[in-house]
Nanobody, 128 residues
Framework: QVQLVESGGGLVQAGGSLRLSCAAS????????MGWFRQGPGKEREFVAA????????VYADSVKGRFTISRDNAKNTGNLQLNSLKPEDTAVYYCAARRVLVNADSYYSTESLYNYWGQGTQVTVSS
């Protein structure tokens, strides 16, 4: 198993930036594809971004494309999500997720149900 802990959330003005981190422990992080999801007030959890275990492939939700960047450092067992040009509608609890990859290290996943491991979430609040 792998344990995930997010950090880096906070309160920021519209147009500002934040960098979220996801620290993984318990297993070799390089064997896991990772994803970021978020849940806004009164909304269902939604996909934000995902990256393959290899780090070579990524995918983003249309709502964040060009503003958010997903990255990972397998040597440090960490994943990151850089949030730029933040908008009030980005306000949400952001979750890091991981899925063990057995065959294709370049696979990424945007479907919530495909992830086995989740962090506790970190709050991002964007004021207008």
């Amino acid at each position: 198993q792998v344990q995930l802990v997010e950090s880096g959330g906070g309160l920021v003005q519209a147009g500002g930036s934040l960098r979220l981190s996801c620290a993984a422990s318990g297993r070799t992080f390089s064997s896991y594809a990772m994803g970021w999801f978020r849940q806004g007030p009164g909304k269902e959890r939604e996909f934000v971004a995902a990256m393959s275990a290899s780090g070579r492939t990524t995918v983003y939700a249309d709502s964040v494309k060009g503003r958010f960047t997903i990255s990972r450092d397998n040597a440090k067992n960490t994943g990151n999500l850089q949030l730029n040009s933040l908008k009030p509608e980005d306000t949400a609890v952001y979750y890091c997720a991981a899925r063990r990859v057995l065959v294709n290290a370049d696979s990424y996943y945007s479907t919530e149900s495909l992830y086995n491991y989740w962090g506790q979430g970190t709050q991002v609040t964007v004021s207008s």
